[in-house]
C-alpha cells in the first residue's frame, strides 16, 4: 500500500465521529477501523489507549494479529470523516538531550569559548521531566508564549511574547505496561515497557529558556506546548528499522549496557510552510530507547501507563540534517532560505511547521509515521 | 480541640478501612468522617480527591459549611481503623526554589567562591517539573536510589547507592480548579484555582544531583520519591495565617503581583529519628504562593485538577531553621548532634524523618497539619 499506512503498519489511535464518543482505532490506508466495534474489546471503548496499553506485550502481540486478519475486509471509517484526538493520556513526560551533534551544535552557540558538551554528557543520557498536561494532538495551534526575557546585553528582564520561538523535532516512545516504585527497569526491558512510537515536536521558547534554565532547568521556555502525531505506531512495526548506533566512547556504565546500543532507522523532514528545511536522521542519535529508559528508572523511579520520553531533538552531522531552528540559523545569526525565497531564523507569527517520519517497513518499502503539525499564533 | 484537628480545620483525604474501597473523608479530631457515607455525593466515592476538587471553589466553600455541621454529630471511623492513602492523583508536579535562605546556603556551599545566587533568582520563582508518578504518602517506605555519583576528585563516574541522601522539608499546593491552554493564571486568582495545602518532603539524592544537573536540571537525584502529607488542608482553614512576606529587592515585574506578596505563617519541624533537628519558618519566604501560581502560568501552560506545585525547601536565616541536611551539615563537612547524643551529616539506612506544620487557626490556637513521615530502606 502506497500511502505508507499498509498491513505491516496499523498504528493506534483514538477518534471520534461527527460529535461521538472518542474510540481507540487503527489506522489502515486512508480509512480507521473502530477497535470497539470490531472486537467488543471494553479497553477501546475509551477516549485515550491508555486502558489497552496497561494490558501488557503479549495482549498487544495478540490484538496485532487479530487486527491483520480484520482491515482488509472490515468497514473502515474514512479518514476525512475521522476527529483525531490525543491518543494517551500521557501520564510522566521526560525528555532526552540524545543527539551528540544536537548537544554539540548547542554548546557551540550558546558557549563558544568553552567545551561543546559538559562534563556528563557522554556517561549519561542527560534528561529533564516536561509538562505532561500540555502535550497535544497534531493540528493544535500553539499560541506565542509570553514571559521574562533577558538579552545578555539587556541590564534587567522585561516581560513580553517570546522573540526566539522554535521547534525540537523529536522522537517519542509511548510506555504501556508499569514498572514497580523502588525497581529498575532494566536494559533488556525495553519491548516488555515500551508500547510504541510517536512523533513529537518539543516547542522552545529560546528567550524564556535562556533567561530561567541555571540552575534547575527549562520550564517556562517548554511547558506551553509538546505536539505529538495523532498515531503511535507499534514498536513490533519498527522490526526492519533496528539498526547499530554510532559507537560510544567512554563505554558507559553496565546498567546502561555498553555495546548493545541499538537505534532505530527513522528519517525525518522539517517542513515550514510547505517548504523542507532539514531532514533529519534518528539513526544517528547517540543514547539509545533502551538506554534512556534503563537511564530513567535506575533510581528507582517507576513507570507508569501512559509515561512519555522523548529523544531530545534529533540532528545529524550535517547542516542539512538539523532538529531545531536554534542551529538551523546558528542561534539566529545565520538566516536560512527555503525554496520559496523568504528567509528565516525563528518560528513567526501564522508559520506551520510538520515534521514527518518514515522507517523501513518488515515487508520492504517504507512506513509512514504520524505526522506532527503546528500553526502558530499570535500572542494572547 | 487541643489535637489541632478541631471545627476550624477540617482536612481532606482518602481512607480505606479493612480493606474496603478507598473514599474520601474529612478528619476531625481523633477520627475521619466518610464523606459519601454522609452525603451521598458520588464525587466522594472515589479514591482520590481528584473528582471533588475539579468541582471548584463554590463548592469548595459550600462543603466546607455543610461538612462543619456535620462532624460533630456524625458517626467517626476512629483515625486507628483507617488506612490513609495518597489523597490526590497528581497530575503535574512543579518544584520551586523560593526561600532565599536556603538559595543562598547552596550557592554558598557550592560555590564558596562565587556569587551565591544565579542572576535569576530575584526577578522570577525558579521552578521545574518533578515526576508525578512517584509522589507518595507520608509513611511510605522510601529505597535508598542507586545511581552514577562523581565526586569532584574522581576521573568517573560509578554507579550505586546513593550516599548522600537527604531531605527537603516544603510546602505543596494542591490544584483543585483547571485553567485554559494558552491563558495566563493572574496573580489575583490563587484561590480560584489552590484548593489546600500539604505537607511535602522532596527526597533528594545530592551525589546523583550535583552530577547529572548541568545543564537540564535535577532529574533522578529526586525522582524516585516525593512524600506528601495525607491530609489537605484547605485555604480557606488558613484564613488566619497570612502575613506579609519579607520585602523583595528588586521590584519584579507587574505579572508577579509585585508589593503584595502575601505568605503563610506556617511553622516547621524536622524530625530525625525522633529528635528535633530543625525547626523552618514558612513565613520568611522569599516568593509567595501566588507568584508561584502566576509564573507557572505566564507562558499559557494550563493547570489541571490534581497539579502539585511545591516551594521549594524552606529555610530560615538561623542555623537551627534550615530545611535540609545538606545545609544542616553544610554541604557534609559539619555533621550535627541530635538531642540523643547521635553524629549526623546525610541519612543513614533506618533513619526515620517526620516533618511536622502548624499554623494559626481562625478561632485562635493553632491547627496542625498533616505531618509527613519516612524511613530510609537500604538500596536493592
Redesign the interface.
Known sequence: MSSGFGIDHLPYGVFSVAGGPRRVGVRYGNGVLDLHAATGRPEFDQPSLNAFLALGPEVWRQTREEVAGLVEAADLVPLADAVLHLPVEV??Y?DF?ASLDHASNVGRIFRPDGEAL?P?WR??P?????????V?VSGTPV?R????R?APDET????GPSRRLDIEAELGFVVGAPSE????VPFAGLADHVFGVTGLNDWS?RD?QA???????????K???TSISPWVTPLAALDAAWVDLPEQD?VP???LGPGATRGLDIAVQIELNGEVVSRPPYRTMYWSPAQMLA??T???????TG?LFASGTISGPEPGQRGSFLELSWGGKEPFTTGDGTSHTFLEDGDEVVIRYSAPATGGGRIAMGEVAGRVERA?
Open positions: 501520564a510522566d521526560v538531550y559538559t556528563n556517561h549519561l542527560i534528561g529533564y521531566h516536561g509538562r505532561a498536561g500540555t497535544v499560541t508564549p509570553s514571559g521574562q533577558k534587567a528582564p522585561t516581560y516504585l523502588g525497581s529498575a521558547a524564556i533567561w530561567e534554565y541555571v540552575p534547575l532547568g527549562p520550564f517556562l521556555g511547558s506551553f506546548a567512554p556504565l553496565p546498567y537511564h530513567l535506575v533510581n528507582g523511579a517507576s513507570l507508569r509515561d494572547r
